[in-house]
Protein backbone atom coordinates (compact mmCIF):
# COMPACT_ATOMS: atom_id res chain seq x y z
CA UNK A 1 0.00 0.00 0.00
CA UNK A 2 1.37 3.42 -0.63
CA UNK A 3 1.42 5.77 1.85
CA UNK A 4 1.62 9.49 0.66
CA UNK A 5 3.47 12.66 2.95
CA UNK A 6 0.45 13.66 4.85
CA UNK A 7 -0.27 10.04 6.30
CA UNK A 8 3.45 9.33 7.22
CA UNK A 9 3.45 12.98 9.20
CA UNK A 10 0.23 11.95 10.84
CA UNK A 11 1.19 9.02 11.92
CA UNK A 12 4.59 9.86 13.36
CA UNK A 13 2.70 12.46 15.41
CA UNK A 14 0.44 9.86 16.94
CA UNK A 15 3.54 7.37 17.65
CA UNK A 16 5.66 10.39 19.52
CA UNK A 17 2.65 10.93 21.46
CA UNK A 18 2.71 7.63 22.56
CA UNK A 19 6.35 6.76 22.68
CA UNK A 20 8.14 10.53 22.81
CA UNK A 21 11.14 11.08 20.20
CA UNK A 22 13.63 8.64 22.00
CA UNK A 23 11.42 5.82 20.98
CA UNK A 24 9.96 7.56 17.92
CA UNK A 25 11.80 5.25 15.12
CA UNK A 26 10.70 4.90 10.80
CA UNK A 27 10.21 1.48 11.90
CA UNK A 28 7.59 1.95 13.93
CA UNK A 29 6.16 4.35 11.49
CA UNK A 30 6.36 2.17 8.60
CA UNK A 31 4.32 -0.85 11.00
CA UNK A 32 2.02 1.63 12.13
CA UNK A 33 1.20 2.13 8.61
CA UNK A 34 1.23 -1.24 7.42
CA UNK A 35 4.26 -0.48 5.28
CA UNK A 36 7.44 -1.38 4.24
CA UNK A 37 9.84 0.62 6.34
CA UNK A 38 12.00 2.06 2.55
CA UNK A 39 8.35 3.43 1.42
CA UNK A 40 9.01 6.07 3.93
CA UNK A 41 12.31 7.04 2.59
CA UNK A 42 10.25 8.15 -1.03
CA UNK A 43 9.51 11.13 0.86
CA UNK A 44 11.97 11.52 3.98
CA UNK A 45 15.79 10.88 3.27
CA UNK A 46 16.35 10.04 6.81
CA UNK A 47 15.16 10.31 10.69
CA UNK A 48 16.43 14.04 10.63
CA UNK A 49 14.11 15.17 7.84
CA UNK A 50 11.06 13.64 9.21
CA UNK A 51 11.87 15.16 12.31
CA UNK A 52 12.14 18.44 10.60
CA UNK A 53 8.79 18.04 8.47
CA UNK A 54 6.94 16.80 12.33
CA UNK A 55 8.40 20.46 13.59
CA UNK A 56 6.52 22.46 10.77
CA UNK A 57 4.15 20.38 11.31
CA UNK A 58 3.63 20.72 15.08
CA UNK A 59 3.74 24.47 14.60
CA UNK A 60 1.19 24.78 11.59
CA UNK A 61 -1.42 23.40 13.56
CA UNK A 62 -0.77 24.95 17.05
CA UNK A 63 1.07 28.35 16.33
CA UNK A 64 -1.43 30.37 16.00
CA UNK A 65 0.09 33.52 16.88
CA UNK A 66 2.74 34.01 14.01
CA UNK A 67 1.38 36.85 12.15
CA UNK A 68 1.05 40.39 14.20
CA UNK A 69 -2.37 41.60 13.96
CA UNK A 70 -3.54 45.03 12.45
CA UNK A 71 -2.43 47.59 15.08
CA UNK A 72 -0.74 45.59 17.86
CA UNK A 73 2.40 46.31 19.51
CA UNK A 74 5.42 45.37 19.16
CA UNK A 75 4.95 44.10 23.27
CA UNK A 76 1.74 42.60 22.43
CA UNK A 77 2.84 40.50 19.60
CA UNK A 78 6.11 39.56 20.71
CA UNK A 79 4.53 38.27 24.28
CA UNK A 80 1.81 36.67 22.14
CA UNK A 81 3.85 35.24 19.57
CA UNK A 82 6.20 33.81 23.10
CA UNK A 83 2.76 32.16 24.48
CA UNK A 84 1.53 30.37 20.86
CA UNK A 85 4.78 29.15 20.52
CA UNK A 86 5.15 27.47 23.76
CA UNK A 87 1.50 26.49 23.34
CA UNK A 88 2.38 24.54 20.10
CA UNK A 89 5.70 22.57 21.93
CA UNK A 90 3.73 21.81 24.85
CA UNK A 91 0.77 20.67 22.26
CA UNK A 92 2.98 16.78 21.57
CA UNK A 93 4.81 15.23 23.34
CA UNK A 94 8.84 15.70 23.35
CA UNK A 95 7.55 18.80 20.98
CA UNK A 96 10.06 21.03 22.08
CA UNK A 97 13.01 18.15 21.36
CA UNK A 98 11.72 17.89 18.17
CA UNK A 99 11.83 21.67 17.59
CA UNK A 100 15.31 22.07 18.57
CA UNK A 101 17.92 21.95 16.16
CA UNK A 102 15.62 22.58 13.33
CA UNK A 103 16.31 25.53 10.97
CA UNK A 104 13.24 28.18 9.50
CA UNK A 105 11.38 26.55 6.49
CA UNK A 106 11.98 28.44 3.29
CA UNK A 107 8.33 28.70 3.10
CA UNK A 108 7.69 30.24 6.13
CA UNK A 109 10.04 33.40 5.35
CA UNK A 110 6.98 35.37 4.78
CA UNK A 111 5.48 35.09 8.63
CA UNK A 112 9.38 35.64 9.34
CA UNK A 113 9.81 39.19 7.85
CA UNK A 114 6.08 40.15 9.07
CA UNK A 115 7.38 39.64 12.54
CA UNK A 116 10.71 41.30 12.39
CA UNK A 117 8.84 44.30 10.86
CA UNK A 118 6.92 44.80 13.95
CA UNK A 119 10.37 45.52 15.60
CA UNK A 120 12.05 47.30 12.96
CA UNK A 121 8.96 49.99 12.93
CA UNK A 122 9.46 50.12 16.38
CA UNK A 123 12.97 51.57 16.19
CA UNK A 124 15.00 48.29 16.46
CA UNK A 125 17.79 47.58 13.39
CA UNK A 126 17.20 44.09 11.74
CA UNK A 127 20.26 42.32 13.17
CA UNK A 128 18.39 43.73 16.36
CA UNK A 129 15.12 42.26 15.47
CA UNK A 130 16.37 38.89 14.34
CA UNK A 131 18.74 38.84 17.75
CA UNK A 132 15.43 39.45 20.10
CA UNK A 133 13.66 37.19 18.62
CA UNK A 134 16.31 34.07 18.66
CA UNK A 135 16.64 34.68 22.65
CA UNK A 136 13.15 34.37 22.84
CA UNK A 137 12.52 31.46 20.48
CA UNK A 138 15.39 29.66 22.70
CA UNK A 139 13.68 30.68 25.73
CA UNK A 140 10.68 29.19 24.79
CA UNK A 141 12.40 25.73 23.56
CA UNK A 142 14.15 25.88 27.17
CA UNK A 143 11.52 26.69 28.97
CA UNK A 144 9.37 23.94 27.17
CA UNK A 145 12.21 21.23 27.52
CA UNK A 146 12.30 21.80 31.44
CA UNK A 147 8.71 21.45 31.26
CA UNK A 148 8.49 18.23 29.76
CA UNK A 149 11.50 16.79 31.01
CA UNK A 150 9.69 17.31 34.61
CA UNK A 151 8.96 13.82 36.23
CA UNK A 152 5.04 13.06 36.84
CA UNK A 153 5.45 12.74 40.21
CA UNK A 154 8.48 14.28 42.02
CA UNK A 155 6.71 15.07 45.06
CA UNK A 156 8.94 13.32 47.26
CA UNK A 157 12.36 14.62 45.80
CA UNK A 158 10.42 18.27 46.09
CA UNK A 159 9.45 17.73 49.66
CA UNK A 160 12.87 16.73 50.90
CA UNK A 161 14.94 19.92 48.67
CA UNK A 162 12.36 22.59 50.59
CA UNK A 163 12.85 21.32 53.80
CA UNK A 164 16.65 21.38 53.38
CA UNK A 165 16.37 25.27 51.91
CA UNK A 166 14.56 25.60 55.41
CA UNK A 167 18.18 25.99 57.35
CA UNK A 168 18.80 29.01 54.36
CA UNK A 169 16.42 31.75 55.07
CA UNK A 170 16.80 33.64 51.97
CA UNK A 171 16.56 30.78 49.58
CA UNK A 172 13.40 29.14 51.64
CA UNK A 173 11.62 31.93 50.51
CA UNK A 174 12.73 32.24 46.83
CA UNK A 175 12.06 28.47 46.75
CA UNK A 176 8.51 29.05 48.07
CA UNK A 177 7.58 31.55 45.35
CA UNK A 178 9.58 29.44 42.77
CA UNK A 179 6.84 26.34 43.58
CA UNK A 180 3.98 28.48 43.66
CA UNK A 181 4.73 30.67 40.48
CA UNK A 182 4.82 27.32 38.42
CA UNK A 183 6.29 26.66 34.89
CA UNK A 184 3.44 29.32 33.20
CA UNK A 185 4.33 31.91 36.26
CA UNK A 186 8.27 31.71 36.13
CA UNK A 187 8.01 31.64 31.95
CA UNK A 188 5.98 35.08 32.10
CA UNK A 189 8.11 36.50 34.58
CA UNK A 190 10.37 35.54 32.13
CA UNK A 191 9.34 36.78 29.12
CA UNK A 192 8.35 39.96 30.99
CA UNK A 193 11.67 40.97 31.71
CA UNK A 194 12.92 40.06 28.11
CA UNK A 195 10.43 42.57 26.82
CA UNK A 196 11.65 44.94 29.53
CA UNK A 197 15.33 44.61 28.80
CA UNK A 198 14.42 45.37 25.02
CA UNK A 199 12.39 48.21 25.71
CA UNK A 200 15.25 49.62 27.65
CA UNK A 201 17.86 48.87 24.74
CA UNK A 202 15.53 50.56 22.41
CA UNK A 203 14.70 53.73 24.81
CA UNK A 204 19.11 54.08 25.34
CA UNK A 205 19.23 53.99 21.59
CA UNK A 206 16.71 56.87 21.07
CA UNK A 207 19.11 59.09 23.75
CA UNK A 208 20.29 61.86 21.99
CA UNK A 209 23.97 62.34 21.66
CA UNK A 210 25.34 64.55 24.46
Not at 8 to 25: H, K, P, R, Y
Not at 27 to 33: E, K
Not at 67 to 90: C, H, I, K, T
Request: aromatic residues 6%.
Amino acid sequence: MKVDRRRILDTALEVLNEVGVDALSTRAIAQRLGVQQPALYWHFKNKRALLDAMNGEILARAHEGRVPREGESWQDFFRRNARSFRSALLSYRDGARVHAGTEADPGDLGPVEAQAMVLVKAGFSPAQAMQLFIAVSRYVVGCVLEEQASPIDGSADRARLDEAAQAYPVLAEAMAHYRESGHEGLFERGLDLMVKGAEAELAQARLPLS
